[in-house]
């Protein structure tokens, strides 16, 4: 693959997640973050960082379909690059709750424990948090941050339809993307009504947001954008673009188109140091999936303040990211060529 600056980009969108968590999970609350106060409420670091990420994953994700043989075998690439760590830590989680725990009902009667495991496995059944734990902490959730997964893998799902379209992906993929271009503004428009409303237990709203990004990538896939001419220019074009839309106000209208333009040409203009980050593996997964759980620990025994929460859970996430990465994912990822059966 030519040099990119994708590991770097996953990199930076799972830390703004990690420091953008940090306010709330402080007690103190997102919209103190200087970048929703100089957009206008516009965006938080959350916001971006979960963007990124399945912009990215959408690009990705598509071309992983195009190499896979048949759907067992995009499906199988699909399953090892999420389920392995997510196993892990949420068994770490159970290990180590114990020291965390505080309730009359003894920890071993609590049934909450042994529905943690297989519930945050199966995804559509998230559960955020067990009585007893973090009780005491301004939010009581152990891995908030695992709600997102069920969202991704369900837009790997949706697209493994395109194998029934092996000739008209790029139609079907720009069809798509105006489709859920259409309906999140209507959704806002009639959010009201809406409220609440889910499939499967997603959010109407999530799909929406979450899912455009995701399909949008798929489509600058599916046209060969990394061959586009002239990236410096367009880039510069659509960050001017961007900016403009935060100043008046209007990002919401433009986000799903401009943004993941910005996201992939970044990508895909090589810069120094940063084309070559993988090298040291792609800690994004690790960190999206300890961090929340890092920082509540932190909060619960050092009642700490929102930048020094920040600071360590930045640090301490990383570590684990790189862990996860080297001990759990890279070496799950070795069977992708394996026959299993």
Do not use: C
């Not at 929703?36 to 690009?59: D, E, K, M, P, R």
């Not at 068994?91 to 009667?109: G, H």
């Not at 991704?152 to 139609?171: G, M, P, T």
């Not at 428009?189 to 709203?205: M, P």
Request: net charge positive; no cysteine; glycine share 6%.
């Amino acid at each position: 693959m030519n040099k990119n600056n994708f590991d770097f980009l996953r990199f930076l969108f799972a830390l703004l997640v990690v420091i953008s968590h940090s306010y709330p999970l402080s007690g103190g609350n997102e919209s103190s973050q200087w970048i929703y106060q100089i957009t206008n409420g516009q965006i938080v670091l959350a916001q971006i960082g979960l963007s990124g990420f399945f912009i990215i994953s959408g690009y990705f994700i598509f071309q992983s379909l195009e190499r896979s043989k048949n759907i067992f075998d995009y499906f199988k690439k699909r399953f090892l690059r999420l389920f392995p760590a997510l196993f892990v830590v949420l068994l770490l989680t159970i290990v180590l709750a114990p020291l965390v725990y505080k309730s009359a009902i003894p920890f071993f009667k609590n049934n909450a424990v042994y529905t943690y495991v297989p519930n945050n496995l199966s995804l559509y059944y998230f559960q955020s948090s067990i009585k007893g734990i973090f009780d005491t902490n301004a939010y009581h959730a152990i891995n908030g941050s695992l709600w997102t997964i069920r969202y991704e893998f369900s837009l790997y799902v949706a697209l493994s339809l395109l194998f029934l379209f092996r000739k008209q992906k790029q139609l079907v993929l720009l069809l798509l993307s105006v489709v859920f271009i259409i309906f999140y503004f209507l959704y806002n428009f009639y959010l009201g009504r809406f409220e609440g409303s889910s499939i499967l237990k997603l959010q109407g709203l999530h799909i929406l947001n979450l899912g455009t990004f995701f399909i949008v990538g798929s489509l600058l896939a599916s046209i060969q954008f990394e061959k586009l001419k002239y990236k410096g220019v367009i880039l510069g074009l659509s960050v001017l673009i961007m900016v403009l839309s935060l100043y008046f106000n209007h990002y919401d209208l433009v986000k799903h188109i401009i943004f993941p333009i910005v996201v992939v040409l970044i990508g895909f203009i090589p810069l120094p140091f940063l084309h070559t980050f993988g090298k040291y593996g792609d800690m994004s997964y690790g960190i999206y999936i300890y961090s929340f759980p890092i920082q509540q620990t932190l909060v619960y025994f050092f009642k700490m303040n929102t930048y020094n929460l920040m600071l360590a859970s930045v640090l301490l996430s990383i570590f684990f990211g790189y862990l996860s990465w080297h001990l759990i994912e890279k070496r799950a990822l070795k069977y992708k060529k394996r026959k299993l059966f």
